[in-house]
């Protein structure tokens, strides 16, 4: 144990990463929420000069927030950190958070399945060192598998699928110049049926900018006519996140947000991704039924998305 230490703000510029980084936990994406406020945890292996775990707090009014508006943030870690270690830098970051006089943390944990071989961990440790549960959703996630997609399809949402097909719709991947098209058209949407996005076009515009490998444009076209979109991000080398997506109420006959999936989960299969997240289903707090059982209809396995804060 006595080669891992810990660091607050940087590590030495001779180490490196050993471990994967989630895109919301990379430098320039925390910056992208804030210029500053923003204090930096990391695991080291001095013998080996490796950074093997990382998490960044924004702290504002003694509120330390992971993330500060990303969907999660929390800890990237390594799988060859030893339990112990974890848990002593979990005790390390909330002490060391307390004697600058944070009075609240809080840390929002990505989808369970993320980092299947700590997750449990995390969250038990998270409990042992006093952290409440301040707010449980459902996310639901599709494993990407050999099979193909209608192997795992409600057989109400295959019939829609073929409707669709029979329709002439087709999937089609855009290119990253067609944000501000996709993204007007999905508001659009959304705001004929009473609801708005989280992200300005101008907030979104900026991190496809900054990251325009990471964001992947999909729709379902009739002819030159986009039926249904999604907005969707590379959160993770095989993670794929819809973050947003929505299809125009003329084509409810058709269910085109079926085909969205079915391309999507095609592209995850061709392009190595493990999961397709197809996002949390709430509405005022509460889980959005509807909603969370299509998803359901669609394949995908509901995971718990825990937001956990401890105050003092």
């Known amino acids: 144990m006595e080669d891992f230490i810990f660091y607050e703000g940087q590590p030495p510029a001779d180490y490196t990463n050993h471990f994967i980084h989630s895109l919301f936990n990379e430098q320039q994406h925390l910056h992208l929420q804030a210029i500053t406020g923003w204090h930096s945890y990391y695991i080291a292996n001095k013998k080996h000069k490796h950074v093997l775990a990382c998490i960044h707090f924004h702290i504002e009014d003694r509120v330390a927030r992971s993330p500060l508006k990303n969907p999660f943030g929390s800890i990237d870690i390594s799988n060859d950190i030893p339990n112990l270690v974890l848990f002593n830098f979990l005790e390390f970051v909330t002490s060391s958070l307390k004697e600058i006089d944070v009075q609240k943390i809080i840390v929002k944990n990505p989808c369970n399945v993320y980092h299947q071989d700590h997750a449990a961990l995390l969250q038990t440790f998270l409990f042992n060192l006093g952290y409440a549960v301040q707010e449980a959703e459902v996310s639901a996630v599709i494993d990407i598998t050999e099979k193909d997609f209608t192997n795992s399809l409600d057989a109400w949402e295959n019939r829609k699928l073929r409707q669709a097909h029979e329709a002439d719709l087709t999937f089609k991947l855009l290119s990253v110049n067609k944000f501000l098209e996709t993204y007007s058209f999905i508001l659009a949407c959304r705001v004929e049926r009473g609801y708005s996005l989280s992200m300005t076009i101008d907030q979104l515009q900026r991190t496809v900018e900054t990251f325009p490998s990471h964001y992947l444009l999909f729709a379902v076209m ?24 929505a299809h125009q109420h003329t084509y409810n006959h058709l269910s085109p947000t079926v085909m969205l999936i079915e391309g999507m989960y095609k592209h995850c299969q061709k392009n190595n991704f493990r999961l397709l997240d197809l996002g949390t289903s709430a509405l005022a707090g509460k889980p959005n039924f509807n909603l ?11 995971h718990p998305k825990l937001t956990f804060e401890k105050h003092f």
């Open 222 to 245: 009739d002819e030159e006519k986009i039926a249904a979109a999604s907005i969707s991000i590379r959160v993770m080398p095989d993670v794929l996140y819809n973050f947003y997506s």
């Open 292 to 302: 969370l059982d299509f998803k359901l209809r669609l394949g995908a396995r509901p």
